[in-house]
């Protein structure tokens, strides 16, 4: 389509810094406020650039529309404006920020989402040593609290969910809302989460291939606050033993996925004397590395059911923004019990929780439990 013939109406355009246009130079730069229409416009007028030249209205218009044969190829189009390299020094683009500014910006949020990554990346690093978080703080890894590993330890629930793998018997446990993992071993419960808990504070600043030394009856009355008996120092030796033979596979890399890796909880242990040894699996590091969950020992320990200490470990690793299924949070804990004897337990632990001030207020409704917790318990240490 060929130009629209244009002509120019009785203006005067100055060229100059904004102090000398009494306004914005962007405003009277815009050329397009004096073009108009010929068939619009009956009245002549002349065109005044910067002096007071008469142009003859028969000649061919000043300002050439974009695409017109006339206009060169290489000529700047509405990203610079027709002035082209010719802009004053003090006059800024109409469209924005130059691609030059644009590629900082770019970079800048580059350089910020890359030092973010590297700063989750050495939280994922795998740990040395058993980091110290205080004298009763341990963090442990919050996939494995929000999962039935410490949980009911229902054999009929995990016979249940059992699977033949390579000739032994692997359980398919949920942790979370989407994750899963898989177990193998016996049905663990909350003496065992306690009992490992308890160790690895008395390991604290130590590698994970040192040996550890206790007494197990001291142990078992001043750490754990169980009676001081016999039968205590039994139902350590039986709980150690099902720990030995604990193993956990999963992905344990949150930034970057890996293969399921297959970790343990207790190398090995052994009696002399009077005193007992033992050696923890070195890649149970790969369950005290990225984001943890930090366990006050003592508030563990005080709580008397083991629906009501697992509660406490799962509401510690978790934000309970929203409701909770109870028959999702069963299937979390791991038991066959009926769903409403299930919610009876569940009302009863939770008053514990209130009453001791590890949370700040429940409700209940059909189906649903909502927790409201502190987001700092009363009474922290640390």
């Not at 405003?27 to 002549?44: H, K, Q, V, W, Y």
């Not at 083991?306 to 690793?317: D, H, T, V």
């Not at 429940?362 to 987001?375: D, E, L, M, P, W």
Request: aromatic share 8%; proline share 7%; with cysteine.
């Amino acid at each position: 389509m060929a130009p629209r013939n244009l002509e120019m109406r009785h203006e005067k355009i100055l060229i100059g810094p904004d102090d000398e246009l009494g306004g914005d130079a962007e405003d009277n730069l815009d050329i397009r406020d004096f073009c108009a229409d010929r068939e619009s416009t009956n009245a002549p007028g002349v065109a005044h650039v910067g002096l007071d030249l008469d142009l003859d209205l028969d000649e061919p218009p000043l300002w050439p529309e974009v695409g017109d044969s006339r206009l060169p190829a290489t000529a700047p189009l509405a990203a610079e404006g027709l002035f082209g390299s010719s802009l004053p020094p003090n006059v800024e683009p109409l469209h924005g920020p130059k691609r030059s500014q644009y590629g900082q910006l770019k970079r800048g949020r580059h350089l910020a989402s890359r030092k973010k990554f590297r700063a989750a990346e050495r939280l994922e690093q795998v740990p040395d040593v058993i980091e110290d978080h205080g004298p009763n703080v341990i963090g442990f890894s919050p996939h494995l609290l929000r999962s039935p590993i410490f949980g009911s330890g229902d054999d009929n629930w995990h016979a249940k969910h059992q699977n033949i793998a390579h000739g032994s018997k692997t359980t398919t446990m949920p942790c979370g809302r989407r994750d899963s993992l898989s177990y193998c071993g016996p049905p663990l419960n909350s003496d065992h989460g306690l009992v490992l808990f308890a160790l690895l504070l008395l390991a604290r600043r130590s590698e994970f291939t040192a040996r550890i030394r206790f007494r197990p009856r001291k142990f078992a009355h001043e750490v754990l606050g169980w009676a001081d008996s016999k039968h205590s120092v039994g139902r350590l030796a039986k709980t150690l033993r099902q720990l030995a033979t604990a193993r956990i596979t999963r992905d344990w890399n949150e930034i970057r996925h890996e293969r399921p890796l297959t970790i343990g909880l207790i190398s090995s242990y052994w009696q002399e004397g009077a005193d007992v040894y033992l050696v923890f699996d070195p890649k149970l590091a790969h369950a005290l590395r990225g984001h943890l969950t930090f366990i006050q020992l003592p508030r563990l320990r005080r709580l008397s059911t083991n629906l009501s200490r697992w509660l406490y470990l799962f509401i510690c690793a978790s934000d309970c923004k929203e409701w909770l299924l109870l028959t999702h949070l069963r299937e979390l804990y791991g038991t066959t019990q009926p769903l409403s004897v299930f919610g009876r337990q569940t009302r009863t632990a939770l008053e514990q929780l209130k009453q001791q001030g590890l949370i700040q207020e429940f409700h209940t409704r059909r189906g649903a439990v909502g927790i409201t917790k502190y987001r700092k318990p009363v009474g922290t240490d640390s």
